[in-house]
């Protein structure tokens, strides 16, 4: 009885340091990004195929943060210390924690057919940016399980 | 010429019905459900909404003035439903669309007040205040503020904790109040809760313009008044009985002032009547006492002498005084000088004294 109460306990305090990590290294992506966007050049010259968060299902949220870490490298920017921001993200977002999508299994994923990166629509490095930072706010909300008409 | 002409009156029918159509506008309540209004209530319309990627239901509930839907009340099943887009469509009773409008709902997020405010002080003389709010996750920022009496409020920096410290607190009266809502990092929200309710610690000012002030006064309650009136006066009853029973507390606290009385007066007259004024005759007192209260008066010295200590035997513990007789002498002169100069009565304790026997020399 004892063994199992405190695997269960072990369970919970996994689960809750699991969700730290996650968290701040969500925040320290999302100061990297805001300081990539005041430093951005050519914003309107620049275009990447961007995933729309408003537009997204929430089984695709691994695949897009995966489309946004594989261009934020090729962002112009005006300085160099933003080039280190910018590895600074595209390395932090390969995390297992980041990347693995808690709520969606690799069945419901496969049946959500997300779209490849170069399906999504193409728009200016400034909006690439905004909708980068709004999915990684959209990854920073607790996650539950869904109904599966959702997908 | 005629065609342009009515396509342009067309397009400007279709332009402004188009402008006319009801605006709809919806605000997630604390992440419980979507509160959408529209602008115009002279129909009563039906809403049907949905985020994408769920299903688009009719709406379930329904808020009416008189008589007819003002606003209606979504689900709001998951927490990153607002990153998706809100569908709406209005309907008239016959059933016929009368718009389509779509939600970007992210920023649009009102929470509810937080609520269990409680102050504590602890030992290290700093004020600690907590509180709940209303989905308790890393992405709920709150802000407090606080007062002194009367004075303005004094806003702190927003943060995810659900505690705040205000360390040395002076001996003031502090209210306290929080709001919330969502982080930066989760995507803030344009709004703030409404302030919570307020949280009191510390006693108010007792003096000036707040016990004696007539705002003050007249804010006490009248039952308040009669029972401290009644207070009062059954305290001075009962002290009044004490001071009358009990001679002991009387004297203590009325301590008697001696009144000389008419008594006093007759004795002195006397003085001046039968003694000139002469208060030394009048007081009977000692020639030699009388003396000393004259200026000129001089007292004799009174010599001092030395006694050595001799031993006769081997035992150091015993010791033999000088010369007696010296002694004795001495002390009869001594004794001439202080009869002279003491109070007659108190000279007894000399005379009674055997001189051989004087043990501590000077």
């Known amino acids: 009885m004892k063994a199992c109460v405190c695997f269960l306990l072990m369970c919970v305090l996994a689960a809750q ?56 490298l090729h962002l112009s920017v005006s300085d160099e210390k933003l080039k280190k921001s910018q590895r600074s993200v595209h390395h932090e977002l390969r995390k297992s924690f980041i990347v693995d999508s808690v709520s969606c299994t690799p069945q419901e994923t496969q049946k959500a057919q997300c779209k490849s990166c ?10 690439f940016v905004d909708n980068f930072k709004t999915l990684l706010q959209k990854r920073s909300m607790p996650v539950k399980r869904r109904d599966l008409k959702s997908l | 010429m005629k065609l342009l002409f009515l396509t342009l009156f067309f397009g400007n029918f279709c332009t402004f019905s188009a402008s006319s159509d009801p605006k709809i506008n919806c605000l997630i309540i604390n992440l419980d459900y979507v509160n959408c209004t529209w602008s115009e209530h002279q129909y009563n ?58 939600h970007m709902l992210k920023e649009y997020v009102k929470l509810n007040p937080p609520t269990n405010l409680s102050v504590v002080e602890k030992k290290d003389a700093e004020l600690w205040l907590y509180w709940n709010v209303t989905k308790n996750d890393n992405c709920i920022e709150s802000e407090v503020r606080y007062r002194t009496d009367q004075n303005n409020w004094k806003d702190t920096t927003p943060g995810v904790r659900t505690t705040y410290s205000l360390p040395f607190p002076s001996n003031k009266q502090y209210k306290f109040q929080v709001r919330a809502r969502i982080t930066s990092s989760c995507g803030q929200s344009k709004f703030w809760s409404e302030w919570s309710e307020s949280v009191t610690w510390g006693t108010e000012k007792a003096f000036n313009d707040t016990v004696f002030s007539p705002e003050s006064l007249g804010s006490m309650s009248v ?42 007066s007759n004795y002195l007259a006397a003085l001046f ?56 002498s001495d002390y009869q002169s001594m004794h001439r000088y202080s009869s002279a100069s003491t109070i007659p009565g108190s000279a007894e304790p000399l005379q009674t004294q055997n001189p051989s026997q004087v043990d501590n020399p000077v």
């Open chain 2, 45 to 102: 319309y039906s809403l049907k909404g949905g985020f994408s990627y769920f299903d688009i239901e009719d709406c379930p509930e329904y808020e009416t003035a008189n008589g007819v839907n003002v606003a209606c009340m979504l689900p709001y099943k998951e927490r990153t439903q607002r990153f998706n887009t809100l569908k709406t469509s209005l309907y008239r009773d016959d059933g016929s669309l009368v718009t389509e409008q779509e």
């Open chain 1, 17 to 72: 340091a699991e969700e730290s990590p996650k968290i701040l290294t969500l925040s320290k992506v999302m100061n990297e990004l805001k300081k990539i966007q005041q430093g951005l050049t050519n914003s309107n010259k620049t275009w990447f195929n961007s995933p729309a968060t408003n537009d997204l299902k929430d089984c695709c949220v691994a695949s897009a943060l995966e489309c946004f870490r594989s261009k934020v």
């Open chain 2, 223 to 264: 039952t308040s008044l009669v029972l401290y009136a009644v207070g009062a006066t059954i305290l001075l009853v009962i002290l009044s009985c004490l001071l009358v029973h009990s001679e002991r507390l009387r004297i203590i606290l009325i301590p008697v002032v001696p009144n000389a009385g008419r008594n006093v």
């Open chain 2, 273 to 328: 009547d039968n003694y000139d004024g002469n208060v030394e005759k009048w007081l009977s007192m000692p020639k030699d006492l009388e003396n000393g209260f004259k200026p000129n008066f001089t007292e004799r010295a009174c010599p001092v002498r030395e006694y050595k200590i001799f031993s006769q035997s081997s035992s150091d513990s015993e010791s033999i005084l000088s010369n007696p007789t010296d002694v004795s």
């Open chain 1, 118 to 127: 170069e399906a999504y629509t193409m728009v200016n490095s400034r909006t």
